[in-house]
């Protein structure tokens, strides 16, 4: 008799990581599929991670305290209000178990992360998806009438995975005072260094007006550390602490660690690269639109195609010019499920930017 598995984990979605690229006669391949920054490691990175590997017979400071310390300077927050994992999605597994159970409700936009509906079921919690807007943006005004007495956490995603727009400030803000103060706010901020609108929402800010707001982040991103995944969640500190009661010990390696440092230490020369990939990202969108596609504003390092019933035979034409991208296909044939359907298409080197417009001058 074969192991009884939880119901609840038997029926998990499987989170579909981007694929690789796909080789094509005579064309350098291109992955546009996971929002990585193109650029290699930094030489100082790169020495910092190499110096440490050579203690890789040592168990990693399992309070990262060197990084805890660093961080907090950079933001200017106390270190007990910063939790570490491994990536922010990692973290924001911890939280979700921290404050739900069986049959609690979790609020989010769909279409949102894909790792949103696995990480609430996890604990048992039951996912609320409110559709975005025309503008592919998230409908604050739905899901602040979708909280309820069930209701343990609102996840909120300012850029939105996949879609690109941000939350602005002032939104975000009347739907804090709108939500209850024991219902746990998340604000995802992944891809925040990338954001160029003055109006986007600061979640820092947030945290000294309200306690029950908790800002998730990463250096997957903007800083090229995605292989080492490093994330972190700022919060009030005792929410903080449960997030780190459940956090798997020495989940963040030693060389992940360094990482961080030597990374906050050439955060200026990361940032500039930062600075050319939201160029591209903004040439990109107006090629684009200059192709007569409606494409929604993005502030993260991709742009999302709306595809609709006709994502998969986009995303095949991508990968016959050896680009892999972000399929999304549509779960049905109802307009909801049409509307969120799509390609999330990261902004990668100049050549893979270009071919992206050649491609989709065909669609």
Not at 155 to 164: E, R, S
Not at 187 to 208: H, I, N, Q, S, T
Request: net charge negative; charged share 20%; glycine share 8%.
């Amino acid at each position: 008799m074969p192991v009884r598995i939880r119901p609840d984990v038997a029926a998990l979605p499987v989170y579909r990581a981007g694929r690789p690229p796909q080789a094509a006669p005579g064309l350098t391949p291109y992955k546009l599929s996971s929002n990585e920054n193109p650029y290699p490691p930094l030489p100082g990175v790169m020495a910092a991670v190499q110096a440490a590997a050579g203690a890789m017979n040592r168990y990693p400071d399992a309070g990262n305290t060197a990084i805890t310390a660093a961080l907090a300077a950079r933001l200017g927050v106390d270190g007990e209000q910063i939790a570490f994992g491994t990536g922010s999605v990692a973290v924001l597994y911890q939280l979700l178990q921290a404050v739900c159970g069986p049959g609690d409700e979790v609020v989010h936009a769909w279409r949102s992360f894909e790792a949103y509906p696995i990480a609430i079921r996890l604990p048992g919690a039951v996912g609320v998806g409110v559709p975005l807007t025309d503008r592919a943006e998230h409908d604050l005004e739905a899901m602040a009438a979708a909280v309820t007495e069930r209701t343990r956490a609102v996840l909120v995603c300012t850029p939105n995975n996949p879609t690109g727009p941000v939350v602005r400030h002032e939104e975000l803000v009347r739907f804090c005072e709108r939500v209850p103060r024991d219902v746990m706010v998340v604000v995802d901020e992944a891809y925040v260094e990338f954001v160029r609108d003055p109006d986007a929402a600061r979640g820092l800010d947030l945290l000294a007006d309200f306690d029950n707001v908790v800002v998730l982040r990463t250096f997957s991103k903007a800083y090229g550390l995605a292989g080492f995944r490093v994330g972190y969640s700022v919060c009030e500190p005792g929410l903080a602490a449960a997030v780190r009661a459940v956090t798997l010990p020495f989940g963040v390696s030693s060389v992940a660690q360094s990482a961080v440092l030597a990374s906050l230490e050439a955060e200026p020369a990361l940032l500039e690269r930062v600075d050319t990939l939201v160029a591209a990202r903004t040439s990109l969108l107006a090629g684009l639109r200059g192709l007569g596609l409606d494409v929604p504003d993005s502030e993260g390092n991709f742009v999302w195609l709306p595809a609709g019933a006709r994502t998969a035979e986009w995303a095949a034409a991508l990968e016959r010019a050896a680009l892999t991208v972000r399929p999304f296909p549509p779960t049905g044939d109802d307009p909801v499920a049409l509307a969120a359907a799509g390609l999330r298409v990261s902004v990668g080197e100049d050549e893979a930017n270009a071919r992206v417009l050649e491609v989709a001058a065909r669609f």
